[in-house]
């Protein structure tokens, strides 16, 4: 399946890496929703605590996005259902990686990872979605899964 297939009425050029929201993301003063995160905020990261760069957020009215059930990635991950954009950055460690790309960890998209079951692509209506923005590529925990951050590139 590929991204366009995934997704109702946009390319994955349309469409950033996200969440959606109420997903919650740890910060230094622990779990906030997405949407009241904003920037200078300290998001902690697999490299430490890093200031938030920017907060983006885009409404669609019809969107598919990926839902990962409650520990499909493994004990507690997620800790809930979460949704993210199908071309999601997810870090996947230990035997899922090594199974899949022959290493002890990767970043896969949320698309690659649905198995129709437990992570499943899903239409909703009235959506937001949030992209955080760091200065550098950095993996941030929400519900308990490990996303993929990129800085936003801007094209003249």
Known sequence: MTHQTAMIGHTSAELPEGVVAGTTVM??????????????????TRSGARSLRAVHKTMHPTLKLVCISASALGVEQPEETVCV???????????????LKGAEQAVFTACELADGEYIRL???????????EFDHPEV?????VELACTPTTVTA
């Open 27 to 44: 910060t230094l003063m622990g779990e906030k929703c997405v949407e009241s995160l904003k920037a200078g905020d300290r998001i902690i």
């Open 85 to 99: 954009t199908p071309n999601q950055g997810i870090l996947i460690r230990g035997w899922r990686a090594k199974a």
């Open 122 to 132: 899903e239409t909703h209506v009235a959506v937001s979605i949030f992209t955080l």
């Open 140 to 144: 941030i925990i929400a519900n308990g």
